[in-house]
T-cell receptor, first 113, second 111 residues
Framework: DGGITQSPKYLFRKEGQNVTLSCEQN?????MYWYRQDPGQGLRLIYYSQIVNDFQKGDIAEGYSVSREKKESFPLTVTSAQKNPTAFYLC????????????FGDGTRLSIL | QQQVKQSPQSLIVQKGGISIINCAYENTAFDYFPWYQQFPGKGPALLIA?????SEKKEGRFTISFNKSAKQFSLHIMDSQPGDSATYFC??????????FGKGTRLHILP
């Protein structure tokens, strides 16, 4: 079954700690995206990548980092520089060319201990 | 210029009624307008989408109305059901560019 897998579903971070959220897709999509969702804020774009080994900052990239070493994988690291990391993080992917829909994973909820 | 403004923020509708969510945009280069539905604890899923060369698109109980001159589009849910209770996002994009999302509407259908 094709789709996007995010893990873990729940994650807890201690102060000063970096954590990495996993996102894997088997849809053979070119582009991948990371969003942060807070109540009443909608979906805010953190980073996106349209091709392996290349990625672009979104609207709220400060305190986050990404890599795209493989087409199917786009991990997000929440660094200690992100002062308010508690949120629901969503990964998405889509094919490029025409009006292809964006597919989402089921998210990772990050909380601070 | 890149924003998509969505209203209302929350909506309560009686079962069997019509739910209407409105969105507006500024960038006339947008050429793809999808709507996403999100249930608690899940990622958003594509519900229905429209291109600007069409004024209306219907899929079952869900209809998008598009007004290109006013730069507005809306989602109508006919015969709303409790199972439609979810958060709805409108969005807009230029082909192959990132999708810009509205802030979402939390819809609650009363049984």
């Amino acid at each position: 079954d094709g789709g996007i897998t995010q893990s873990p579903k729940y994650l807890f971070r201690k102060e000063g700690q970096n954590v990495t959220l996993s996102c894997e897709q088997n849809l053979n999509h070119d582009a991948m995206y990371w969003y942060r969702q807070d109540p009443g804020q909608g979906l805010r774009l953190i980073y996106y990548s349209q091709i392996v080994n290349d990625f672009q900052k979104g609207d709220i990239a400060e305190g986050y980092s990404v890599s795209r070493e493989k087409k199917e994988s786009f991990p997000l690291t929440v660094t200690s520089a992100q002062k308010n990391p508690t949120a629901f993080y969503l990964c998405a992917s889509r094919s490029l060319g025409g009006t292809q829909p964006q597919h989402f994973g089921d998210g990772t909820r990050l909380s601070i201990l | 210029q890149q924003q998509v403004k969505q209203s209302p923020q929350s909506l309560i509708v009686q079962k069997g009624g019509i739910s209407i969510i409105n969105c507006a945009y500024e960038n006339t280069a947008f050429d793809y307008f999808p709507w996403y539905q999100q249930f608690p604890g899940k990622g958003p899923a594509l519900l229905i989408a429209i291109r600007p060369d069409v004024s209306e698109k219907k899929e079952g109980r869900f209809t998008i109305s598009f007004n290109k001159s006013a730069k507005q589009f809306s989602l109508h849910i006919m015969d709303s059901q409790p199972g439609d209770s979810a958060t709805y996002f409108c969005a807009a994009s230029i082909v192959n560019d990132k999708i810009i999302f509205g802030k979402g509407t939390r819809l609650h259908i009363l049984p």
